[in-house]
């Protein structure tokens, strides 16, 4: 599985931004997606995971972050809404081939490249 993230940007504290990431392979509503995020000097974090029709949210991006996937398409989305300056970093996609949500990085096969999110106050 191949993972391209797209959308990132710069946006002003209070913005919007949604991510998408596109996949490649006919398996692909099969995967656990996931979105982490990175900030500088910091570790990659779990922000997002889909599978079928459940999500699971850190608590930091709970009620602001919502997740979608289109299997037609092969890409997942993330709505980024009420951004702050702590939403800063670069934000990458992955897939999962094991069942069941997992905020752990470690559960992730795939990754894509990153794209980056500034979010200014």
């Known amino acids: 599985v191949q993972l391209q993230a797209s959308g990132g940007g710069l946006v002003q504290a209070g913005g919007s931004l949604k991510l998408s990431c596109a996949a490649s392979?006919?398996?692909?509503?099969?995967?656990?997606m996931g979105w982490f995020r990175q900030a500088p000097g910091k570790e990659r974090e779990f922000v997002s995971a889909i599978s079928g029709g459940r999500q699971y949210y850190a608590d930091s991006v709970k009620g602001r972050f919502t997740m979608s996937r289109d299997n037609a398409k092969n890409t997942v989305y993330l709505q980024m809404n009420s951004l702050k300056p702590e939403d800063t970093g670069v934000y990458y996609c992955a897939a999962r081939s094991s069942y069941g949500l997992s905020p752990s990085s470690h559960d992730y096969d795939y990754w894509g490249q990153g794209t980056q999110v500034t979010v200014s106050s």
């Open positions: 392979g006919r398996t692909f509503s099969s995967y656990v």
